[in-house]
């Protein structure tokens, strides 16, 4: 009785004071799916973290084959030549140097001075004779040992990159017949060919556009008379200084040499062609098939005479290319030389094994094309890139190419995406805005920077401020810098030309 009478007490204090045993399930159900709401969530983000920790980019492929025990190059100077897929390589300096907050010796436009002989003074944030550490240097400039040796440390890694001198007369006249008087005057570059001296004033600004342009760009009189001596002597130089000469026309093989030289992972060499023409006959990466038989015979190995193996040039006879390779005579026996060097290099090195860690590369390459692109990997036309800055600046005469990027990638998958596929015009805003952060509010925001350009005659583009620099872009490249007296360098001195290079004020009575 007593027990009965307990019982009923209970179920009085319960119902009545503390509610209704339903609610008490209820209650009890809610709390039970919020635990568990909370577990999953927190497995789900855990989940998500080591989703984008195991980025492609951080994968075990972007290493590539071990290199043993050497440690990477961070001293590098590339001097970039003028069409000869030099941009592609620049990104690959931008995208390792930022990575690694690397210092890079920018201009203060974009280009180091070019085309006159490079000057220290050129650098931005130059303080004196290695008083700051360089890392990167690889904008272009006309090569000047003794002046490019004030700004990098001594134990710098000197690299270029060739052409086939009339591939790259193709390429040229494409790019720079409007800026070139020679090319400007000329029908076609057969025209050109058949009697470049009709056309051709070596007085004329930018003409050096259309002759020997990589003595040029190697610091070289380029109007020189061709001798077997001077060519013998600048090549001579030029191995005295240059660690490694790549060749354009075996783009993949090249970046395994360099891969191997600075000890860089795999991913650092892969890349996406930049600064691409459209119809442009892809030459890059060598020949298909078998290259090494390919490549060897045009290479001269065993005494033949050497032929690039570039695609045949539309209305150009065979004839005329080699009365493009006599007028550029000069480069023509750079390119030789050094191509017969560049596939001594690759014997060295073994057929088998570059055959294989080329097949990587290009694995590699179409792996991050995959992931990163739109439209299959394909460059697209500037128009059809929805963001803007990410356009590749425009010349009249040609259409230079870029990419889309894929939608929905995780930040840092974009980031690094982004950084493979930006055009070096913007990328070297963004490195120098990192760099001189000071000066960002003086420079046009990155939605800006397609608005400071203007359409100029013949329809290529310049920046409105080029006063400062005296550069005109075409096809993507600052062209025909001017100096004017009294430019100021970035931290306000003045400087002044003298015999062609640019002083400060400070050391003029030096």
């Not at 140097?97 to 203060?108: K, M, V, Y």
């Not at 086939?164 to 070139?180: C, G, N, R, W």
């Not at 560049?342 to 995959?370: K, P, S, T, Y």
Request: positive net charge; glycine residues 8%; charged residues 25%.
């Amino acid at each position: 009785m007593l027990f009965r009478r307990r019982a009923r007490m209970l179920r009085w204090l319960v119902c009545g004071r503390l509610g209704p045993v339903w609610m008490w399930k209820a209650l009890l159900l809610f709390v039970a799916i919020g635990f568990a709401g909370q577990l999953l969530g927190v497995i789900f983000n855990k989940s998500s973290v080591q989703s984008a920790g195991r980025s492609i980019f951080s994968s075990p492929d972007a290493q590539g084959p071990s290199l043993g025990s050497c440690q990477p190059h961070t001293h590098i100077m590339f001097l970039k030549t003028h069409k000869t897929a030099s941009s592609t390589v620049l990104n690959m300096l931008y995208r390792f140097g930022e990575e690694r907050d690397l210092r890079f010796a920018l201009p203060l436009g974009y280009q180091l001075g070019y085309p006159l002989p490079f000057n220290a003074h050129r650098v931005k944030g130059y303080r004196g004779p290695r008083a700051v550490e360089f890392h990167i240097m690889g904008n272009h400039m006309r090569f000047n040992k003794a002046e490019t040796e004030k700004v990098m440390p001594a134990d710098t890694f000197y690299f270029s990159i060739i052409r086939d001198p009339v591939a790259l007369a193709e390429s040229s006249f494409a790019y720079y017949k409007e800026v070139a008087p020679a090319f400007r005057k000329a029908k076609s570059l057969g025209d050109f060919a058949d009697n470049p001296k009709k056309y051709y004033d070596p007085r004329l600004r930018n003409n050096h556009y259309a002759r020997n342009l990589l003595w040029f760009d190697f610091g070289m009189d380029h109007n020189a008379n061709f001798s077997v001596a001077l060519a013998q002597r600048a090549e001579a130089m030029i191995r005295r200084t240059f660690k490694l000469i790549l060749v354009s026309e075996y783009f993949d093989q090249s970046m395994i040499l360099l891969r191997h030289a600075l000890c860089w992972p795999l991913d650092a060499v892969v890349s996406f062609s930049l600064n691409a023409r459209q119809q442009k006959p892809s030459v890059i990466g060598g020949v298909s098939g078998s290259w090494v038989g390919k490549a060897a015979a045009a290479a001269g190995v065993g005494g033949r005479v050497v032929r690039s193996q570039a695609k045949t040039l539309t209305n150009v006879t065979e004839e005329q290319r080699e009365k493009l390779r006599q007028w550029n005579a000069l480069d023509w026996h750079l390119y030789k030389s050094f191509n017969r060097t560049f596939w001594g290099e690759i014997n060295r090195f073994g057929h088998a094994q570059m055959e294989q860690e080329v097949a990587l590369l290009r694995m590699r390459r179409e792996d991050l094309a995959r992931v990163c692109l739109r439209d299959g990997g394909k460059p697209v036309e500037s128009h059809r890139i929805r963001d803007k800055n990410i356009r590749p600046y425009q010349s009249g005469l040609v259409k230079i190419l870029g990419y889309e990027l894929q939608l929905g990638l995780d930040n840092a998958t974009r980031t690094a995406c982004l950084r493979m596929i930006r055009p070096e015009i913007q990328y070297k805003d963004v490195l120098d805005a990192k760099q001189f952060p000071r000066a960002l509010a003086a420079q046009p925001q990155p939605g800006q920077q397609n608005q400071g350009l203007m359409v100029a005659a013949g329809g290529s583009l310049s920046r409105q401020d080029s006063s400062r620099t005296g550069e005109r872009l075409v096809g993507g490249e600052a062209v025909g810098r001017t100096v004017e007296e009294g430019e100021r360098d970035w931290d306000g001195s003045r400087l002044m030309r003298r015999n062609l290079t640019l002083i400060r004020g400070q050391e003029k009575g030096r």
